[in-house]
């Protein structure tokens, strides 16, 4: 058996006697304030925080300052009589479990079963800086922090059988993430994917739990069910706020009990499927709207992962699209491009409203339109106005949807002298620099300077909003001032 010493965090006498009667070795803090100076050795897979004698608020700030040092600890609250709303608010802090019953006997069992589960279970990976050098987690590539945060998540929790609510935008990647979580579990079954919103209402139970033949129309054979399919392994529930009222009480009692009733019939056969949801929507206002139940979010949302749009990880994009390239060009045979800093330039602008589904495909565009030597941003260009994607900052404007008194329909003559010795190029520029400096005040000032709203406001990314304001001078701060001043 693996050499497994919890610390207790402000235990009772009682506790620690209990506990070293038990044979296991407990290193008391009797002040957790400073808990991120406790150095812990290797063989320390649990910290046992004694709830008891600990205010709800310390718990909730020392479950993550806990995991914040170190990660893979799994931790335990012992606090016998606690209510729903604490164990709810401790698990989402991050904790392993929580033990709310008076009983000694059964904190040893909770203790031995996390020893168990390290004594059984796949070597958890090495998160050092040494071992990230190719940022690939269970295939998914990343260099941004928040991701390979997740990924320890999925690395310090995927043995459970908790539940996972991933949240995130379309192409995002949440499937990889749940393959990923399955994959680190451990666990032998199948891997079920299941898209619920492509599922009609009238025949979902019937896909997820079975039914029994004759059971209604059509019903002419008896069927597993999806879940049952799943048995032993993982379900990953996808797009679950889709899911029919109706079906999530049934999925509500599925998770409370590990059983599944098929339709038509009367008996409950006992499943163990772990299961994943996701959705790109928001089931905090779901649940308001009446549309998901409130029960059924609290049971979903023990683990959560909340996945970064692509937007927000610029460091990944050249990282995927260089990815995407060389794999692209191998694929078909062709020369690996190489890339003008105008190209990444315009790459990393892009708002990515697809996010890496979205650079995938447009990778493979670019390779299959010919371009095979240096991709310039002439050539992005062609790609992103040929196939108008949504959320490009360079979408070209719709010169039919003009108003008639623009100047470029105006029967009255050219708005400004034309020098016809000039190029387009060269005539257009200052106009529209002037233009384009004009807007962006004005958009500053209906933000009240704020970058987001305004690059938003804008259809640019942060990043561009920022190198413009520095190139036209323009200080954000001038526009919060003006919007807050006497009288303004």
């Known amino acids: 058996m ?12 009682e506790i620690e006697e209990f506990l070293g009667s038990q044979g296991i070795h407990v290193l008391r803090l009797a002040v957790p304030t400073h808990v991120e100076n406790v150095e812990v050795g290797l063989n320390t897979r649990l910290v046992v925080l004694d709830g008891q ?103 310090n929790t995927a043995t459970s059988d908790a539940t996972v609510l991933i949240v995130g935008e379309t192409g995002t990647g949440k499937d990889l993430l749940a393959r990923a979580i399955h994959r680190q ?54 797009e ?10 049934s999925l509500l009692r599925v998770l409370q009990e590990q059983t599944v009733r098929p339709v038509g019939s009367h008996q409950e056969v006992p499943i163990d499927a772990r299961v994943i949801a996701a959705t790109n929507a928001s089931l905090a206002e779901a649940v308001n709207n009446g549309s998901f139940r409130e029960d059924l979010f609290y049971r979903l949302d023990v683990i959560r992962l909340e996945v970064p749009p692509l937007r927000d990880r610029p460091e990944d994009i050249l990282f995927l699209f260089g990815h995407f390239l060389k794999q692209v060009c191998t694929d078909y045979e062709m020369m690996t491009p190489t890339l003008d800093q105008s190209f990444m330039d315009l790459l990393v602008e892009q708002s990515w409203a697809g996010n890496v589904r979205q650079l995938e495909n447009l990778t493979q565009r670019l390779v299959l339109k010919g371009h095979t030597h240096q991709l310039t941003a002439e050539d992005l260009n062609d790609v992103l106005y040929t196939q108008d994607i949504p959320g490009s900052s360079t979408t070209l404007p719709n010169l039919d949807s003009l108003p008639t008194d623009d100047p470029l329909q105006s029967n009255h003559g050219p708005s400004v002298s034309i020098d016809p010795t000039q190029t387009i190029s060269d005539f257009l520029q200052p106009h529209v ?14 933000n009240n300077g704020r970058i987001n709203e305004s690059a938003n406001q804008a259809g640019m990314s942060r990043r561009t909003l920022h190198r413009k304001l520095k190139a036209y001078n323009i200080d954000k701060r001038q526009f919060r001032m003006k919007q807050s001043a006497p009288g303004s």
């Open 2 to 13: 693996a050499d497994f010493s919890p610390i207790a965090l402000i235990s009772s006498p």
């Open 53 to 155: 004698h600990l205010e709800p608020s310390l718990v909730q700030t020392l479950v993550p300052a806990i995991l914040k040092k170190y990660s893979y600890l799994d931790i335990l609250v012992f606090n016998p009589g606690a209510e729903a709303s604490y164990v709810r608010t401790v698990l989402k802090a991050g904790a392993t479990d929580v033990l709310h019953e008076d009983s000694l006997e059964k904190l040893t069992k909770a203790i031995t079963a996390i020893q168990d589960k390290y004594d059984s279970s796949p070597q958890q990976l090495d998160f050092r800086d040494d071992q990230k050098k190719s940022h690939n987690f269970e295939g998914i590539l990343s260099r941004n922090k928040v991701m390979w945060d997740i990924f320890r998540t999925i690395a």
């Open 185 to 238: 579990s451990g666990r032998t079954g199948r891997f079920v994917a299941v898209n619920c919103s492509t599922i009609g209402p009238e025949i979902i139970e019937s896909e997820l739990f079975g039914h029994e033949r004759g059971a209604f129309t059509g019903a002419h054979q008896q069927k597993e069910g999806l879940f049952r399919y799943a048995d032993g392994g993982t379900i990953f529930l996808d």
């Open 240 to 249: 679950i706020g889709d899911m029919p009222v109706q079906t999530q009480l």
């Open 433 to 446: 620099t002037t233009l384009e400096k004009e807007y962006l005040e004005t958009v500053l000032a209906e």
